[in-house]
């Protein structure tokens, strides 16, 4: 029985350490944790396990709006394979199986969760400092990279000869939106806690986490994120902290962030007009397809190649950029229109109650609150980048949201 916590947990510190370098170790840290996990528990014990996580009314609810979800893109799918829109005397070739595979996001939290029941507290905070420790030294890759251009160059427009910090992840953006989940459990754990554990986490390297992976951030060169990240740390001062000591610790980030502001780099970057066309073409574009196809929309994912169409179709002779909405909302009523939509905030708003139910409420360590900053800065993010559908944030959202289920329901029950 040792034996087969032991593969456990170090699958577990597998996946969460692939979970924060590039796509392709992501799945490979995914594929592991799955067959060891069904290695050691078998099929017949891992389907008993699973009926009874479902059986814990959290993961009921989640589970049931993950149908929900998955049936309702699905839908969309094939209202656009049987009423499909043309622009430019085109229309989209419908990949119904190639897409619908991405939905296994959406179900991947339960895997998780009944690994992490499976290991100790102990086990838990070293899967925990693991993850951090990934963070640390990738965000120090990140602030090298800026300088060096190493492993990835990627040259930042306008602010030559500094490069993008995308680390192994292969674009700034997606550093934007996976990288804020690690720095806001960092930032939860440095602040306020107490953790009198075998494997404690020294709140000296916390903070040297917090630096090294606020550096890498910025240096993203997320315009958005610039934006969010100050405000998910304001809102996380404002929940952890008693009311004196948020107001006081406030205006040290509201004087960085307006310092920061003044920078010429930074004022360069945000009057920088190199993208906004584009997303507006693309915004544009799906708001046309929602017009089109108010309850549907043209087909989950399928808006991405339709875009293109419609803007040959609007800018004759001309190169075009075609991609997602680059916009959460208005990608998902474009694609999926007003029940894909809805069936998405639905699942979103399940997730925000079921972090919500963690506050105040662990007696181990808990970063609920961080993972909540950091899903608020998600969806901030998601104002100018379709980010939430992408495989390696969907990674960080799918282990966020396992802890959420792991701290709110192990709580109730210890209640009872």
């Known amino acids: 029985m040792k034996n087969h916590v032991l593969l456990i947990k170090w699958a577990l510190v597998v996946y969460v350490v692939c979970s924060l370098v590039s796509m392709a170790t992501m799945s490979i840290g995914a594929i592991t944790l799955l067959l060891i996990l069904v290695g050691v528990l078998g099929l017949k014990q891992t389907a008993a396990e699973l ?10 609810i989640l589970f049931k709006a993950s149908i929900v979800l998955t049936v309702v893109l699905a839908l969309t799918i094939l209202m656009g394979a049987v009423f499909p829109l043309k622009y430019a ?18 179900f991947w939290p339960f895997a998780i969760v009944i690994a992490l029941r499976r290991i100790s507290m102990a ?43 995308t680390v192994f992840l292969g674009h700034h953006l997606s550093v934007a939106s996976v990288f804020i989940f690690p720095f806001f459990a960092s930032l939860d754990l440095a602040i306020g806690h107490s953790l009198k554990t075998p494997c404690e986490l020294s709140k000296r390297f916390l903070w040297m986490a917090i630096g090294a992976g606020a550096l890498t951030l910025f240096f993203s060169y997320s315009r958005m994120l610039w934006l969010a990240l100050p405000i998910g740390i304001l809102i996380l001062l404002a929940i952890k902290l008693p009311l004196k000591r948020a107001v006081a610790m406030f205006a040290p980030v509201i004087i960085a962030a307006a310092v920061l502001s003044q920078c010429d780099v930074v004022k360069r970057r945000m009057g ?26 043209v087909g989950w994912h399928h808006n991405e190649q339709l875009s293109g ?17 680059h916009n959460s909302v208005i990608d998902m009523l474009g694609g999926t ?23 105040y409420r662990a007696r181990h360590v808990n970063f609920s609150i961080g993972i909540a900053c950091a899903w608020v800065v998600l969806h901030l993010n998601g104002l100018t980048q379709a980010n939430f559908w992408e495989g390696k944030v969907m990674h960080q959202i799918a282990l966020a949201v396992a802890w959420a289920l792991l701290w709110s329901q192990e709580n109730e029950v210890n209640e009872k």
């Open 272 to 297: 920088d007009a190199i993208g906004i066309a584009s997303r507006e073409d693309l915004w544009e574009a799906n708001i046309e397809f929602f017009k089109a196809r108010p309850l549907t929309g």
């Open 51 to 60: 009926k009874h996580e479902l059986e814990k009314p959290l993961s009921r």
């Open 89 to 106: 005397g085109r229309s989209v070739e419908i990949n119904f199986i190639g897409v619908m595979v991405k939905t296994w996001y959406l």
């Open 337 to 359: 229109g007003l029940i894909g939509t809805i069936a998405w905030c639905f699942w979103c708003l399940v997730v925000t109650w079921i972090i919500i139910k963690c506050f």
């Open 123 to 165: 086990d838990r905070l070293f899967v925990t400092r693991a993850w951090l420790v990934s963070f640390f030294v990738l965000s120090v890759i990140g602030i090298l990279q800026y300088f060096l251009g190493w492993p990835r160059p990627q040259v930042i427009p306008g602010n030559e000869p500094y490069y993008h910090a």
């Open 309 to 325: 169409h419609y803007l040959m179709e609007k800018y004759p002779g001309q190169s075009v950029f075609s991609g997602h909405g």
